[in-house]
């Protein structure tokens, strides 16, 4: 079983959606979280970083950490055509290395 | 004043060829990584090196060789290349091994 599952889809919604992307982890030390998106031939780019439980926004973008259910998730208000990319989870435990999901590529379509 | 640095972007080379990839940060890290990228976007670590002390060495083929002559470098050298070496190589670094990390754009190397 992998450390962390992240559903690749593709996922294509329309501009202003709320966008809903997922990772369950099996880890229950996991503690730190981390939201990369990548853009076509870019490397990846840091969005949130969030630590334990809990939610926490910057903009149209809210992180959100279940421990319990080892269940994240990032949530995407008013989508616009520049977030179609590939978003990346990845999370570690306390003193360990970080393991990333596969990705979830999006297409916010005008 | 690009925070981490690959050269080359692109490289394509024959099979058997050795060849290396640069990596430079300048936002004064101690730790820094590589990473390949498969074609299904999935980001495997190979190795990490905290001021130049290899501190990750994942099951990697002893082909690959990284390199840290200071902590603001770190090289990746390949040899006797394979058609599976093909992907996408990323640099990346971080203040130290627990904090979040930060990427370079890339090496999309191709094998013929």
């Given at each position: 079983?992998?450390?962390?599952?992240?559903?690749?889809?593709?996922?294509?919604?329309?501009?202003?959606?709320?966008?809903?992307?997922?990772c369950t982890y099996s880890n229950s030390a996991f503690q730190y979280f981390m939201w990369y998106r990548q853009y076509s031939r870019k490397g990846p780019e840091l969005l949130m970083?969030?630590?334990?439980?809990?939610?926490?926004?910057?903009?149209?973008?809210?992180?959100?950490?279940?421990k319990s259910s080892k269940y994240i998730s990032l949530f995407i208000r008013d989508s616009q055509p520049s977030d179609s990319a590939t978003y990346l989870c990845a999370m570690r435990a306390a003193g360990n290395q970080f393991y990333f999901g596969t990705g979830t590529s999006l297409t916010v379509i005008p | 004043d690009t925070a981490v640095s690959q050269t080359p972007k692109y490289l394509v080379t024959q099979m058997g060829n050795d060849k290396s990839i640069k990596c430079e940060q300048n936002l004064g890290h101690d730790t820094m990584y590589w990473y390949k990228q498969d074609s299904k976007k999935f980001l495997k670590i190979m190795f990490s090196y905290n001021n130049k002390e290899l501190i990750i060495n994942e099951t990697v083929p002893n082909r690959f060789s990284p390199k840290s002559p200071d902590k603001a470098h770190l090289n990746l050298h390949i040899n006797s290349l394979e058609l599976g070496d093909s992907a996408v190589y990323f640099?990346?670094?971080?203040?130290?091994?627990?904090?979040e990390q930060f990427f370079g754009p890339g090496t999309r190397l191709t094998v013929l």
């Open positions: 079983q992998k450390e962390v599952e992240q559903d690749p889809g593709p996922l294509s919604v329309p501009e202003g959606a709320i966008v809903s992307l997922n970083y969030t630590y334990s439980s809990g939610n926490k926004e910057d903009g149209r973008f809210t992180a959100q950490v279940d | 640099c990346a670094s971080s203040q130290d091994r627990y904090n």
